[in-house]
């Protein structure tokens, strides 16, 4: 099964201009960031990491090579992107042990830019956000229009329509956010983690690492989630806020029922509360009326995929519909041949997507897809 992205509603509609990304590592920038200070002391030993064109899980491989350990005792927080410059946080346990020696670390791409003693491991998911930079080029009308005589005139015109209509784009993403969607990535390859969790639930896989099952299952909640938020984007209700609408705050996993409070409307329009969708197990809605009604209806079109969630043990959660880009910052790059090149810079909650920030922005092609095929 694939997951057609474009098939998913736009918040600003479908865009009229694209781009294309990642042609560098530079163009696509990650930094980690944590919301407690390093202590400086105890048995694990944290390295700040930067790498260029290198996965995470290769860099943690070298890293535990390194610091002569077993792969086991490295912590990371997450995967990261490998075709990108990021910088990342990784702990190596080392009780009762001195540090490595900084020198002999000699990994091609990969540089340990700054370290420091800590009390415990670094746990997956265990950040307050990522910032991202990220640079797309050749941004230009998504349909061209071969109409015009005027080629040199029509050319100039275009390049200011052009930026005319992302910086309008942009500007109502930086104030209002956008659709927290679950991005490509989630879903893998041509959708092989959905195809997977389908083996996994007809029984046809006997064998699976609990990780891996882990990340079937993700897929298809999400899968579903996306769906969901989809049909809010669609009518106009992903950030407004409805009669039964489950609700999470800002800056927090914590949710709790719409009860009809007089200010619950203007934290909603002031992004300090936002309405959440089904992260589905048995199928059954934490919402009520038309939310609840909304989320049963595409649960009930998958019943084989909600009876392998619920068989399997899974319990619900909810995840908010939208995801405000914090420090949203956009500039235009100059170049040399006067082609528009494009600089996003914001940062993200954990489990938020990048791509899917950029979805809303423009049209993008992946310079490192086999296809170059549309990321949006």
């Not at 294309?20 to 400086?40: A, N, T, W």
């Not at 996965?55 to 927080?77: E, I």
């Not at 099952?213 to 049909?231: G, I, T």
């Amino acid at each position: 099964m694939q997951t057609n992205q474009s098939l998913l509603a736009y918040a600003y509609g479908v865009p009229l201009v694209q781009g294309v990304y990642k042609v560098l590592p530079e163009d696509f920038r990650v930094e980690e960031q944590i919301g407690y200070p390093l202590s400086g002391d105890g048995e694990h030993l944290w390295c700040w990491v930067e790498k260029t064109g290198e996965n995470t899980d290769w860099v943690l491989q070298q890293l535990a090579k390194w610091a002569n350990v077993p792969s086991s005792r490295v912590g990371v927080a997450g995967q990261k992107d490998r075709h990108a410059v990021t910088r990342q946080w990784f702990s190596i346990q080392l009780p009762g042990l001195v540090n490595p020696d900084f020198a002999a670390f000699n990994v091609p791409n990969v540089r340990i830019l700054k370290w420091l003693r800590h009390g415990r491991k670094l746990q997956t998911g265990g950040l307050s956000g990522n910032k991202f930079t990220l640079v797309v080029r050749d941004v230009q009308n998504h349909v061209q229009d071969d109409t015009q005589d005027d080629v040199q005139g029509s050319a100039q015109s275009n390049v200011v329509k052009v930026q005319n209509l992302l910086d309008t784009r942009l500007a109502c993403i930086a104030q209002h956010g956008v659709p927290n969607y679950f991005g490509e990535q989630r879903f893998g390859h041509f959708g092989h983690n959905l195809k997977q969790a389908q083996r996994l639930f007809a029984g046809e896989l006997t064998r699976v690492k609990p990780n891996q099952k882990s990340l079937y299952l993700s897929a298809v909640r999400s899968q579903l989630f996306n769906l969901m938020l989809s049909e809010r984007v669609a009518d106009g209700s992903w950030n407004q806020l409805l009669a039964g609408d489950v609700l999470q705050l800002e800056g927090s996993n914590k949710w709790f029922l719409e009860d009809g409070s007089a200010n619950l409307a203007q934290r909603m329009l002031d992004l300090d509360v936002h309405p959440t969708g089904l992260l589905a197990s048995d199928g059954v809605s934490q919402a009520e009326h038309s939310v609840k009604v909304l989320e049963e209806r595409v649960c009930a079109q998958y019943p084989d995929w909600i009876k392998g969630l619920t068989q399997l043990g899974l319990k619900s959660d909810r995840r908010a519909l939208r995801v405000k880009p914090l420090d949203f910052s956009w500039h235009w790059l100059p170049t040399p041949d006067k082609n528009l090149m494009l600089q996003v810079s914001f940062t993200l909650r954990p489990g938020s997507y990048a791509t899917m920030v950029l979805r809303e922005i423009m049209h993008t092609l992946d310079a490192q897809a086999p296809t170059h095929a549309a990321n949006a």
